[in-house]
């Protein structure tokens, strides 16, 4: 099992900037993650992912050269780093954990409860 819980969303104005955290605890070892979010009234949309080493990643094209994602794996923590914020970007933003030494990830096992990101404009 993995317990994945998300941090660090909040309110920002159009062009801000901020960084949300996943914490994972249990097997999360090994595994890629990736960040999802989801508008209101609107599909669970994919945003980016990590490989275990770190040395891969990719990203969806709405948030190419915005967004970076990266993780900490003595601290078992993946981050976003999401920078020049649209409003659009408004949404729950959640974290999910691959399958042991798989990717890229061909689906996603564990998730977080997800963590509000609203930006003003």
């Known amino acids: 099992q993995v317990q994945l819980v998300e941090s660090g969303g909040g309110l920002v104005q159009a062009g801000g900037s901020l960084r949300v955290s996943c914490a994972a605890s249990g097997r999360a070892g090994s595994r890629a993650m990736g960040w999802f979010r989801q508008a209101p009234g609107k599909e669970r949309e994919f945003v980016a992912a990590i490989s275990w080493t770190a040395m891969r990643t990719y990203y969806a094209d709405s948030v190419t050269g915005r967004f970076t994602i990266s993780r900490d794996n003595a601290k078992n923590t993946v981050y976003l780093q999401m920078n020049s914020l649209k409003p659009e970007d408004t949404a729950v933003y959640y974290c999910?954990?691959?399958?042991?030494?798989?990717?890229?990830?061909?689906?996603?096992?564990?998730w977080g409860q997800g963590t509000q990101v609203t930006v003003s404009s």
């Open positions: 999910a954990a691959g399958p042991l030494n798989n990717w890229p990830p061909s689906t996603y096992t564990y």
